[in-house]
């Protein structure tokens, strides 16, 4: 019996079609529904990563460590409202196609990584997540996030399109 659904998000669209998915299926059963996005490297944010690591190779000290400081504080707050804006419209997209019971959980590391841990630490039983293309062969077919939950996961996983 399918008790609770975990649907990892990125605010891609293939993420929002596995909203879609768990969502209709979470009203039909009826479920829980978890959305889950993960902090990871934002492109966006590159240029400002470059500038906190030319301020920490100066010599220890020439350092400023009030703008190091500062840069960090930058940095992780625009990655937390990008999350946190990602999840909201993944819960109203997810109440618009039925979900009525939704949990959104924030986690910061590597996405296999923190999706497998939710996975093995909650009581989850079944993801849902979206499938993407990668750079190697071996992802060609699955990206490298998909890849990983559909090897080790300890639940069923179901692949969106």
């Known amino acids: 019996m399918i008790n609770r ?3 990892p998000v990125d605010g891609s669209d293939v993420a929002n079609r596995a909203i879609i998915f768990a969502s209709e299926m979470a009203a039909a059963l009826p479920c829980d529904l978890n959305l889950m996005t993960v902090q990871k490297a934002v492109p966006a944010r590159q240029q400002l990563q470059a500038y906190l690591t030319h301020l920490q190779s100066r010599p220890a000290d020439q350092r400023d460590t009030a703008e190091i400081a500062s840069v960090l ?7 937390e409202a990008q999350s946190r804006t990602i999840l909201t419209e993944a819960e109203a997209l997810a109440r618009l196609h039925g979900a009525l019971e939704i949990a959104c959980t924030l986690r910061d590391g590597d996405p296999a990584t923190e999706i497998l841990a939710m996975a093995e630490n909650e009581p ?3 993801i849902i997540l ?6 190697n062969i071996r992802e060609l077919l699955l990206g ?5 939950v559909t ?3 300890n639940c069923p996983v179901t692949l969106i399109r």
């Open 124 to 126: 989850i039983d079944l």
């Open 5 to 7: 659904i975990l649907v």
């Open 73 to 79: 504080d930058v940095l992780s707050e625009s990655a």
């Open 144 to 148: 490298s996030v998909a890849l990983r």
């Open 151 to 153: 090897q080790a996961a």
């Open 130 to 135: 979206g499938r993407r293309g990668a750079g």
